[in-house]
């Protein structure tokens, strides 16, 4: 069964440097996302991204971040310069169509650590 | 705004005996819910989904969810809690054309245990 997949699994970064988050999405999927989630709060809406552009963002999703599709497979969050409230775990999640009956398959997730 | 909240934040049961999570949304549209599964170390997995078909939707695993409309629930059973029903269970409502389609929204989760 096709999966989302993420890597790496947990980064540790220092404040104020640049991480970059990597996912690959299902691969027929068209609409890619991003959630995250602190500990112990609920799991956010970071970005959606369709045809090579974002369709929606989040409050959240300030200037630090930006995502990409560097090529057919891959999708990709970046953060420029990391702040401690980072720290959460992020989740990348895809979806064939977009629509109100679209489901969104999510990957395991990469746990962020800034120190 | 679209919301959902989940009325327990911890569920435990005794292997065989039934589950029940409770969801409440608050929609000013007819709402497309999930219910989504996050084992340990896993991925959130789907479980079912309602999408103004069948009020009673039936997931996988033996979960079912029923939408009630008048009662602004989508509550999650199962008849018999086996041990690998064990995570934490979230309840999703998705956005509306007006303030984000495609994004999902998310309860605090329900942690659900089961014994033997």
């Known amino acids: 069964e096709p999966e989302v997949t993420q890597t790496p699994s947990h980064q540790v970064t220092q404040m104020g440097q640049e991480v970059i988050l990597r996912c690959v999405p299902i691969s027929n999927h068209l609409y890619f996302y991003w959630y995250r989630q602190i500990l112990g709060q609920k799991v956010e809406f970071l970005v959606s991204?369709?045809?090579?552009?974002?369709?929606?963002k989040s409050e959240i999703f300030d200037d630090q971040f930006s995502v990409e599709r560097p090529d057919g497979s891959n999708f990709t969050l970046k953060i420029r310069s990391t702040k401690l409230e980072d720290s959460a775990m992020y989740f990348c999640?895809?979806?064939?169509?977009?629509?109100?009956?679209?489901?969104?398959?999510f990957g395991p997730g990469t746990r962020l650590t800034v120190l | 705004a679209q919301s959902v909240t989940q009325l327990d934040s911890h569920v435990s049961v005794s292997e065989g005996t039934p589950v029940l999570l409770r969801c409440n949304y608050s929609s000013s549209y007819s709402p497309s819910l999930f219910w989504y599964v996050q084992h340990p170390n896993k991925g959130l997995q789907l479980l079912l989904k309602?999408?103004?078909?069948?009020?009673l939707v039936k997931g996988i695993n033996g979960f079912e969810a029923e939408f009630k409309k008048s009662e602004t629930s989508f509550h999650l059973t199962k008849p018999s809690a086996h041990m690998s029903d064990a995570a934490e269970y979230f309840c999703?409502?998705?956005?509306?054309?007006?303030?984000?389609?495609?994004?999902?929204?998310f309860g605090a989760g329900t942690r659900l245990a089961v014994h033997p």
């Open positions: 991204f369709y045809n090579n552009e974002i369709s929606e």
């Open positions: 999640a895809s979806s064939a169509e977009g629509g109100s009956t679209d489901t969104q398959y």
């Open positions: 309602y999408t103004s078909a069948a009020t």
């Open positions: 999703v409502v998705r956005g509306v054309l007006s303030g984000g389609y495609n994004k999902l929204i």
